[in-house]
């Protein structure tokens, strides 16, 4: 009677582990702990409000909603500035930061329920906690395959380091240099902000990457050789299965090709040299992977 009491607790609390680490994963979520992108802009600071009309207000009255005096113009696009900066740090935190909840979580899970298993004798039992294990384990495998390991985040970071962290630098120059903060216009600085804000996301970041991948190389062997360049690939060799490989030997492989139906972005696996482990299945624009596997 105690075992099967015992059992029926060890299956409860199987369940209950497995729906508290998907709690945790969406709390996390929620948080912004694992993020796919910064998240927006806030347009209210303490120099204004552009998400509000932008009425002056009349001689007499107290300051219209949303109104920017002209001296603190400057101030306010500094600020939306600053924002951005913050936002896209949480981010880039984020890149491995989801890596580290994952493993923790399910890594907790996986030997919580090891250690259990050995607890009990009857094989039944400890074959149910054990599969228990292994199902959280896959869950793991299956969460990092699916983002956090289609590229490392050193790589990402390198990408939002060479796009967004450089236009903000250039932007930030150029705000320093502004001689009347009058002439300044904050909607229009506002979507300039924009603009270099969304490069600092996960798709962004691996478009990169994938753009400075190593071009294709013709090598040279013996005979005669053909002055005749390398024909680039065309959007209807991206075929199911199709193969291209580059001078330094990485490998990609079409696992679904460009249709209508999902806005002419390819989905591959590239396989590097070297006896690097493959990569997750990723996905690019068809303009932009015909563009790196071509070569020059």
Same mark, same amino acid.
């Given at each position: 009677?105690?075992?099967?009491?015992?059992?029926?607790?060890?299956?409860?609390?199987?369940?209950?582990?497995?729906? %508290?680490?998907?709690?945790?994963?969406?709390?996390?979520?929620?948080?912004?702990?694992?993020?796919?992108? =910064?998240? !927006?802009?806030?347009?209210?600071?303490?120099?204004?409000?552009?998400?509000?009309?932008?009425?002056?207000?009349?001689? %007499?009255?107290?300051?219209?909603? %949303?109104?920017?005096?002209?001296?603190?113009?400057?101030?306010?696009? %500094?600020?939306?500035?600053? @924002?951005?900066?913050?936002?896209?740090?949480?981010? *880039?935190? +984020?890149?491995?930061?989801?890596?580290?909840?994952?493993?923790?979580?399910?890594?907790?899970?996986?030997?919580?329920?090891?250690?259990?298993?050995?607890?009990?004798?009857?094989?039944?039992?400890?074959?149910?906690?054990?599969?228990?294990?292994? *199902?959280?384990?896959?869950?793991?495998?299956?969460?990092?395959?699916?983002?956090? &390991?289609?590229?490392?985040?050193?790589?990402?970071?390198?990408?939002?380091?060479?796009?967004?962290?450089?236009?903000?630098? @250039?932007?930030?120059?150029?705000?320093?240099?502004?001689?009347?903060?009058?002439?300044?216009?904050?909607?229009?600085? *506002? =979507?300039?902000?924009?603009?270099?804000?969304?490069?600092?996301?996960? @798709?962004?970041?691996?478009?990169?990457?994938?753009?400075?991948?190593?071009?294709? *190389?013709?090598?040279?062997?013996?005979?005669?050789?053909?002055?005749?360049?390398? !024909?680039?690939?065309?959007?209807?060799?991206?075929?199911?299965?199709?193969?291209?490989?580059?001078?330094?030997?990485?490998?990609?492989?079409?696992?679904?090709?460009? +249709?209508? =139906?999902?806005?002419?972005?390819?989905?591959?696996?590239?396989?590097?040299?070297?006896?690097?482990?493959? +990569?997750?299945? &990723?996905?690019?624009?068809?303009?932009?992977f015909t563009k790196v596997i071509s070569g020059p």
């Amino acid at each position: 009677m105690f075992r099967i009491a015992f059992y029926f607790i060890a299956i409860y609390f199987l369940s209950c582990s497995l729906q %508290g680490c998907s709690w945790w994963i969406q709390r996390m979520q929620k948080s912004e702990a694992l993020l796919t992108t =910064a998240a !927006p802009l806030s347009l209210k600071n303490a120099y204004g409000d552009l998400g509000q009309p932008q009425v002056a207000p009349q001689q %007499g009255t107290a300051a219209a909603t %949303g109104y920017i005096n002209p001296d603190d113009r400057k101030n306010y696009v %500094g600020a939306v500035l600053a @924002d951005s900066a913050n936002k896209c740090d949480v981010f *880039v935190g +984020s890149l491995s930061a989801g890596q580290r909840i994952n493993d923790l979580t399910f890594d907790f899970l996986t030997t919580t329920l090891n250690a259990v298993a050995t607890v009990f004798t009857p094989v039944t039992t400890i074959h149910a906690l054990t599969a228990g294990a292994t *199902v959280s384990t896959g869950s793991k495998l299956a969460i990092n395959q699916d983002v956090y &390991q289609k590229e490392t985040a050193q790589l990402l970071v390198q990408a939002i380091d060479a796009t967004y962290y450089k236009d903000y630098a @250039d932007y930030a120059k150029q705000l320093e240099g502004a001689k009347d903060p009058t002439q300044i216009s904050p909607p229009l600085e *506002v =979507a300039n902000i924009e603009t270099f804000h969304r490069e600092c996301s996960l @798709d962004r970041a691996l478009t990169y990457v994938l753009a400075n991948q190593p071009k294709a *190389v013709q090598t040279s062997v013996p005979g005669p050789q053909s002055s005749t360049p390398k !024909p680039a690939v065309k959007a209807e060799d991206v075929t199911q299965g199709a193969h291209f490989m580059l001078g330094d030997g990485t490998v990609y492989v079409v696992t679904q090709p460009p +249709s209508a =139906a999902n806005n002419q972005t390819v989905q591959f696996l590239m396989l590097p040299s070297k006896g690097v482990t493959p +990569s997750g299945t &990723q996905s690019a624009p068809i303009d932009m992977f015909t563009k790196v596997i071509s070569g020059p």
